[in-house]
């Protein structure tokens, strides 16, 4: 099971970096950067709006989308009209940082597209102070990806343009020193967001997984992933060791997929643990989380399926819902490295969810605090 085993220890060389040869330094050891993470860097506009505002742009209330033509006046009406601010983004980014909270230094890299601008120095500050080492591919043509985020009550609407996240590439992570990252780490999360941008690079990293018994994470992470890159998403499948997705992708997935329901939660996950799986050596799991709602976990071949209870705030706690899947899948993906069991991975998602939502946008408290 993937919950038996006990992650590496961990090993900090920071104290003792100064005294080693530089090109020591800079090679990762086997036990550090555990974790890899692939999705798409953007920079979070982010403000309380309305129903007007989200029917002049026809977004619905808690949804996320790619820009069209027709959206991109948003960001400038967000900054100018409504007092947006600006906050580190990108969904897998998100969860990267929120691992690398819980875990110890040097233990996360992430990997995705950016432009060379102000935004990405912003992208820059919010994950160092994370400690979360980033290996961005800059495209100096092209600016920083951006999402739009609409705050009404509970509910979030996100609206992204690409930008330089779309241009990520099969040749970045090929790269001799990005792909000894790859090689040295043990874990694998990829945001499902990037199936828009570049599968390639999302089955290079599933592949190495199994031919090496390495754990492979994905996050569905929107509806429209399940329902229109299905294809992609579908071709990644068998390489799946944990997927992760809401009630919402479940039921996109359902619909897509042609199952019997899309509201019977347990058996979507049921379904999507017993897809075929590459890597016999451990079966699947796949978790779904419901808001405030119980988090299903389904594990392959195992007829039984677990539920595990949110521990609600109360409202008045609730900053903004916007990065509470994000910040789940970074706990649990944390517990994971640490070598939890199941029970204690959910709860360690679920607890860093709780402490996202108190945030405003997609962040975690600092001065940090500890599970
Ligand atoms: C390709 N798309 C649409 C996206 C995103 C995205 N991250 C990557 N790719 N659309 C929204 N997000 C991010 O989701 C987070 C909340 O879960 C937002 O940047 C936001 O931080």
């Not at 069209?68 to 940082?97: C, F, P, S, V």
Request: with cysteine.
């Amino acid at each position: 099971s993937l919950f038996k085993f006990s992650a590496p220890r961990y090993f900090n060389y920071s104290t003792t970096a100064s005294r080693l040869p530089k090109s020591l330094f800079t090679m990762a050891s086997s036990n550090e950067y555990s974790l890899l993470c692939l999705e798409n860097p953007l920079l979070d506009i982010q403000a309380v709006g309305d129903k007007a505002l989200l029917d002049k742009y026809g977004l619905k209330d808690n949804d996320a989308i790619l820009a069209e033509e027709t959206h991109m006046g948003l960001y400038e009406d967000l900054l100018n009209n409504y007092d947006a601010k600006l906050i580190a983004g990108g969904a897998a980014q998100n969860t990267a940082r929120g691992a690398q909270y819980i875990l110890p230094a040097n233990s996360v890299v992430y990997l995705g597209g950016v432009g060379d601008d102000k935004y990405a120095a912003i992208l820059q500050d919010a994950v160092k102070q994370a400690g979360l080492r980033v290996e961005y591919r800059v495209d100096p043509k092209v600016p920083t990806g951006k999402c739009g985020v609409i705050i009404t009550g509970h509910n979030r609407s996100l609206c992204t343009d690409l930008g330089a996240a779309n241009h990520y590439d099969l040749e970045h992570l090929k790269r001799d020193d990005i792909w000894a990252l790859v090689k040295s780490a043990q874990y694998y999360y990829v945001g499902g967001y990037h199936f828009t941008v570049c599968p390639p690079a999302i089955m290079a990293l599933g592949e190495e997984a199994a031919a090496n018994n390495k754990t492979f994470v994905v996050n569905v992470s929107a509806p429209f992933i399940a329902e229109f890159f299905k294809d992609p998403l579908d071709a990644s499948s068998p390489f799946w060791d944990v997927v992760i997705c809401n009630e919402t992708e479940a039921g996109a997935y359902a619909k897509s997929h042609g199952l019997a329901s899309e509201t019977d939660i347990t058996a979507i996950a049921k379904h999507l643990a017993n897809l075929p799986k590459k890597n016999s050596q451990r079966p699947r799991t796949a978790v779904i989380t419901q808001g405030t709602e119980p988090t299903i976990v389904a594990v392959q071949g195992q007829d039984d399926v677990k539920q595990f209870p949110v521990h609600a705030i109360s409202k008045d706690q609730i900053n903004d819902t916007n990065g509470a899947g994000d910040a789940f899948a970074g706990g649990f993906v944390a517990g994971l490295v640490q070598g939890k069991s199941l029970e204690e991975s959910v709860d360690m998602g679920q607890w860093l969810a709780r402490l996202s939502i108190q945030e405003l946008g997609p962040s975690y408290p600092f001065p940090k605090q500890t599970y």
